[in-house]
């Protein structure tokens, strides 16, 4: 039998101030499991429920002044009993951790190549220069990143490329166990597949271990052979892959299947699937998970999702009017091309210029009221789209017509005005909530911006908008701040801001990728609702497609920086005519498909 390679025993993790009287709240609540060499374990829970405090918890990642209790062990060997010297070795040759947030990785002051380089000097110092070079640009091409981009900057790279660069540093050291805490959130499903299938493929060859952290219980499914469910705290279930899928025994785990299913289950053949947990069970669950807040808000009751689902047909089934209806956003021929820095010698034998075209010769119409899918691999250009019709970034030609106005015409007081009418969803809500603000304030910001309201009038709405995004007691919420809430209040929180103006476009880029598929639903039931209260049409950047699918009227498939298939959201899927989007859909894992 082969020895155990890591192992959790009653681990507790407690951050500072979690003591409510004599009462420690602990993050982490006596989780044990063991991992052999070559196995793939799959951790999923809901957002805050303890899977990245455990995976850092495990590299002793966690400050100081963070209560642990219980063993960690490697090999054998006590992971807290490690010497400052013993830890940087294990850290790197021995696990490595791959983060949800590449840029918690990367320096941006270093290139790429000096990332790779860096680290392979600091922990093999016998390699030449050439020698490490070469290993690097070997390990980066395994994650489809060419020898080309070895000289750029983190910040030239797309959110989906950071994170490949981030598991190409995992793997220089051709570790024993890796972490990876989310390592595809932000990248495309066919990326995603070919970078799970060599993680896969490096844990048969190798005798690798794997824990990977996920909200993805399809990919779970597909790349991993137990599955550990995690809820507050503890692991409720764990145990071979098909038994949990097709016979799940706890009833957060029927809830997450359920909430998943029902993002996947579309069309009449999956339909059925989804129907293998009743709408009575799934209340039932509800009730027996009532009494806890964060519970409550996660768990989703049928007839939201059947509700909603109804509200898609309706829209889908409407699509011939609104194709006749006026077009709210024009984009006609545009471009956005990045020129590529050369080093002195390259510039002297090259006559040429060399471009990134980021966005190329791009033409769609997005009708009003309706819901425009923007899927396409990391890296194609979808953000720098985003961007660009938001005018955050001017264009190299071509123009972006808002309500019959040409953004990119403006100056700058006009555009300030009409992005009042435009606003945004980030992927991350960190990236529009300042950790130094409360949640009240941040969300009143943008009317203050635009000179919108007085304080008075300010705060009403605020707490207005609180309540119907479901934050509720508006008044705790309204003065906690962002570090205080969950991952799926966050975006709650995101959204309320994009909100606060009332926009007539919303631009969404990848809004609920971070989120598990029971937070997914709620806030895609809440965009939905929104939608129709606020009379909103969304542009809807996403890599998921069953969550375009689930969402959007018509879905834009983008390539290389050009849109090659634009059609309705069900004419895409059952008759996909581009190469490239037949690749999208096989590689996409179909969570019912593993149940048997």
Same mark, same amino acid.
């Given at each position: ?265 579309? !069309?009449?053949?999956?339909?059925? &699937? +989804?129907? *293998? $947990? %009743? =709408? @009575? /069970? #799934? !209340?039932?669950?509800?009730?027996? &998970? +009532?009494? *806890? $807040? %964060? =519970? @409550? /808000? #996660? ?10 689902? %109804? ?286």
């Amino acid at each position: 039998m082969n020895e155990t390679l890591f192992c959790v025993e009653n681990l507790r993790v407690a951050y500072p101030g979690s003591k409510s009287g004599e009462t420690t709240r602990w993050a982490v609540d006596d989780v044990s499991f063991t991992l052999n060499p070559g196995q793939r374990l799959g951790l999923v829970g809901e957002s805050g429920c303890g899977k990245s405090t455990l995976g850092r918890a495990a590299m002793r990642l966690l400050s100081a002044s963070t209560q642990v209790e219980g063993k960690v062990k490697f090999k054998g060997k006590s992971v807290f009993d490690l010497t400052p010297s013993e830890l940087r070795k294990f850290r790197g040759e021995a696990v490595a951790l791959i983060f949800q947030d590449p840029m918690t990785r990367l320096d941006p002051l270093m290139t790429i190549g000096e990332h790779c380089l860096e680290t392979l000097r600091a922990h093999q110092p016998e390699l030449s220069r050439k020698a490490c070079k070469d290993k690097a640009i070997e390990t980066l091409e395994t994650v489809k990143i060419p020898e080309s981009r070895f000289s750029q900057y983190p910040h030239e790279f797309s959110g989906g490329m950071r994170q490949r660069v981030a598991i190409a540093l995992a793997l220089l050291l051709n570790p024993k166990l890796i972490v990876a805490d989310e390592p595809t959130t932000s990248l495309d499903v066919t990326v995603s597949a070919e970078i799970l299938t060599e993680l896969t493929r490096l844990c048969r060859e190798r005798e690798m271990g794997l824990l990977l952290i996920s909200h993805d219980l399809a990919m779970v499914g597909e790349y991993c052979d137990r599955i550990a469910v995690m809820y507050q705290g503890k692991i409720v279930e764990t145990g071979a892959i098909q038994d949990i899928l097709r016979k799940p025994q706890h009833e957060y785990t029927r809830s997450l299947l359920q909430a998943a299913l029902h993002i996947q289950a579309v !069309s009449d053949d999956k339909a059925d &699937l +989804a129907a *293998d $947990l %009743a =709408a @009575d /069970e #799934l !209340s039932g669950l509800a009730r027996g &998970l +009532a009494g *806890d $807040l %964060a =519970a @409550d /808000e #996660l768990l989703v009751s049928s007839g939201k999702i059947s509700n909603l689902s %109804a509200e898609i047909d309706r829209s889908s089934a409407t699509s011939a009017t609104k194709s006749a209806a006026k077009a709210i956003l024009e984009i006609k021929e545009l471009k956005q091309y990045y020129t590529l820095e050369q080093n002195f010698v390259a510039q002297l034998f090259t006559k040429d210029k060399q471009f990134i075209k980021a966005v190329d010769e791009i033409t769609f119409d997005l009708i009003k009221g309706e819901v425009l899918g923007l899927v396409g691999e990391s890296g194609c250009g979808k953000s720098t789209l985003s961007r660009t019709i938001l005018q955050l970034i001017r264009p190299t030609s071509g123009t972006v017509e808002f309500e019959g106005k040409d953004l990119t015409k403006l100056n700058k007081k006009s555009l300030q005005e009409k992005r009042r009418q435009i606003q945004m969803i980030f992927q991350d809500p960190h990236a529009c909530l300042n950790p130094l603000m409360r949640v009240g304030e941040s969300i009143a910001d943008p009317l203050f911006i635009h000179n919108l309201a007085t304080p008075g009038e300010a705060k009403e709405r605020v707490e207005a908008m609180l309540k119907r995004v479901g934050l509720t007691p508006v008044e705790e919420y309204y003065y906690r701040y962002p570090g205080d809430l969950s991952g799926g209040q966050q975006q709650r929180v995101a959204i309320a801001r994009a909100l606060i103006t009332h926009p007539s476009l919303v631009i969404c880029d990848e809004p609920v990728s971070m989120l598990d598929a029971s937070v997914q639903t709620q806030v895609l039931e809440l965009m939905q609702s929104l939608k129709d209260e606020f009379n909103l049409t969304y542009l809807f950047i996403t890599h998921d497609l069953w969550v375009a699918r689930f969402f959007c009227d018509r879905i834009a498939v983008m390539y290389q920086g050009k849109i090659v298939e634009l059609r309705e959201t069900e004419e895409l899927f059952r008759n996909p005519q581009h190469p490239y989007t037949k690749t999208l859909l096989s590689a996409a894992p179909l969570l019912a498909t593993q149940m048997g």
